[in-house]
């Protein structure tokens, strides 16, 4: 297992009499892409913005292996804000060796890196133009760039891919595998459960300010990753709860959606369905990350299981 | 410290590359020059296309030897002849549009000590003035005919003259006018660097404010502390200001020592009071600037901030209603009160300190004393608010957040 660079560990924060983090905990690695996710206003920002030490947690630590207990190694961290932007009538190169600088990154280095990056992202010859002169996609790329420029060991990225086209974000998540590939420990957070799932090597889920689901991407799907069943035709919603594996059932007019435990095996599931059952159109899918977001940022899980537990 | 000063660089660098400022850095200094020379070119190139013809009627023959030798050291610009003509003669030999003036210096005129002269439309108004400079030597011409001796003649014509003499332990006190300027010079100095780098000063409301609005302050944040970035400001903006100052001289001291070259202007400007003077300035800088740099980190929208911060960014000009007061009485009650108020005091002191022959050494240290407390006091508050305010994106803040935050 890769050696872990930052571990936060009971994390607490209140805004007002609001209780916004209710110990969370997490650990990101080296070479790894942990991704933090959850709906807005789950405390993801609060959560990145507490690890930078813009924010003060009431309640518990934040450890940066490697350094001093309480000590946050700026220089060593590369941040992209989810509120970003850059200086308008400055020329970008002089805007990416201030930030090299801030970071104690030799500017002779910083400036070949610079002009490697925007060669990478399609910038090339645009180093002596203001942010001002380009379209907002290219803006972010030099955000991006502004993030990395000084060689990170930890990456932290808030919502790195909004506002981004396809074929940008696309260009954006080879870039944070290449780093992750390279070492750095990444973690980031976003809404685009398809670009998570394709990139992240770990997640965690939070919803109001609670971690509700946390661990590898492979452990998360095993263990929520199950199968739903759609099925259109007039049937009765309590017949269909009756039926083996079925936790829960959806219904909208005569549409009928059959979420399964995890532990069913489809083609006999298949098989020992009702014959009663009116079934117009049939379609048996895996639930994906999205969904799973879906289901814990409207309660639904948690819902369940507090029927469950009360039952 | 060592952030503060790679902001204040940046923030140096980038506003020195900005074309608004260079062009207001050099055409400031321009203007002034402008501003001192064209009257007077304007006035200088009149005097030199028309002299004032003064032909003067003096059937007794006293004019050439008696009279025009006073004249010599009057810079009159006069041209002056001895005519016979009579005075319509006279008029009928004018161009048109001429300067000129008949002057009847006959003996009945000067007996009767009533002496008449003619002018055209053109004359100046200025000649009635200098015209009395003929006066005394009339008068003592015609103290000489009466038989008086050249004793008795100086005893009438000089009168009665009160000397003003002013006890002190200075040498140089007899010396009243160069004293004077002795004091003005470095005041005058002081009061330019607090100018310049109060309007500098101004400039980090825009920064602070700006960088809020373009939502770049996080990133910084990211790399130093919200105090770092504060104080890099108030430094980078202080050097841009002291820039300002030293341009400023470079082009406007040479013509100032050029237009002014009785006065040993440079003699009088590095004096030991000057040091004072400077401290005063930059302890007004540090009280403005945190000042504008806590305000702008709650300002995003320039155009939609309250009256409260209006208020305050017209605080620097707050002396202004003060210079009547304090040019006629130096001393006197609303100096005094300017002088304590920490938002007046810095140009106040600048300006009483350069009118006082004698400095309040006990007010001095009290002032500053209250200074350099609400320099401390408002760079605690600044700090309070910039460092939340500066994250604030998307409005300005209220007056009731401001308190909350100051609370906090």
Known sequence: MSEIALTVQSLQKSFKDQQVLHDVSFNVRKGEITALLGPNGAGKSTTIRSIMGILYPDHGTIKFHGEKEGQIPKHKIGYLPEERGLYKN????????????????????????????????????????????????????????????????????????????????????????????????????????????????????IHKGREVISGTMDEVKREYASFKCTIHGLNDENKLKTIPYVTRVEQQDNVSVLFLDQNLKAAEWIRKLPSDIQIEEFRLD??????????????RTLAAEEEEKYA | MRNSLKVARWEFKRNVKNKSFIISLLLTPVLFILFATLPTLLSGSGD???????????????????????????????????????????????????????????????????ITYYTTEDTPDSFAGEVQLLAAPLQQLNLQNAGLSAEQMAAVTNGIQFNAEELSDSEQAADTGVNELARIIPGAFAGLILFSIVMTGMMI??????????????????????????????????????LQVGVWLLIALP???????????????FVPELALLIVIALIGYLLFAA???????????????????????????????????????????????????????????IMRLSLLEEWPWVEIGIALAILVLSV?????????????????YGKNASMGEIMKWVRS
Do not use: C
Request: no cysteine; glycine share 6%; charged share 25%.
């Open chain 1, 90 to 205: 400055v020329k970008i190169m002089d805007i990416l060796l201030y930030f090299a600088e801030l970071k104690d990154y030799p500017q002779k280095k910083a400036k070949e890196r610079a002009l490697s990056y925007l060669k990478k992202f399609g910038l090339e010859g645009k180093d002596k133009v203001s942010i001002e002169e380009l379209s907002k996609g290219m803006g972010q790329k030099v955000q991006f760039i502004a993030s990395i420029i000084h060689e990170p060991e930890l990456l932290i990225l808030d919502e790195p891919f909004s506002g981004l086209d396809p074929v940008s974000q696309e260009v954006f998540k080879e870039e944070i595998r290449e780093l992750a590939r390279n070492g750095t420990a990444i973690l980031l957070s976003a809404h685009q459960m398809n670009l998570v799932e394709e990139m992240a090597d770990r997640l965690i889920m």
């Open chain 1, 286 to 299: 895996r639930i994906s990350l999205h969904e799973i977001f879906i289901d814990v940022a409207s309660d």
């Open chain 2, 48 to 114: 030199d296309a028309e002299p004032v013809n003064v032909s003067v009627s003096d059937p007794s023959g006293i004019w050439a030897e008696q009279i025009e030798p006073y004249l010599s050291n009057a810079d009159l610009n006069w041209e002056t002849s001895v005519v016979t003509a009579s005075p319509d003669e006279w008029r009928d030999g004018l161009d048109e549009d001429e300067s000129a003036v008949y002057l009847a210096l006959d003996e009945a005129a000067l007996s009767e000590g009533q």
């Open chain 2, 205 to 242: 409301f825009q920064s602070a404010s700006q960088e809020k609005k373009e939502k770049v302050s996080e990133i910084v944040l990211s790399s130093l502390t919200p105090s770092d970035l504060m104080q890099g400001k108030i430094i980078g903006y202080f050097w841009l200001g002291m």
């Open chain 2, 255 to 269: 013509f100032v020592i050029w237009r002014f070259n009785d006065f040993p202007i440079m003699e009088y400007l």
């Open chain 2, 291 to 349: 000042l504008f740099v806590g305000l702008g980190a709650t300002v995003e929208d320039i155009s939609s901030t309250s009256n409260f911060q209006g208020m305050i960014m017209m605080l620097p000009f707050s002396p202004l209603i003060l210079i009547g007061p304090i040019l006629s009485d130096p001393n006197g009650l609303a100096a005094q009160v300017g002088t304590y108020i920490p938002f007046t005091s810095p140009a106040v002191m």
């Open chain 2, 376 to 392: 401390w006091l408002v760079m605690k508050l600044a700090g309070k608010i910039f460092e939340v305010g500066i994250l604030l």
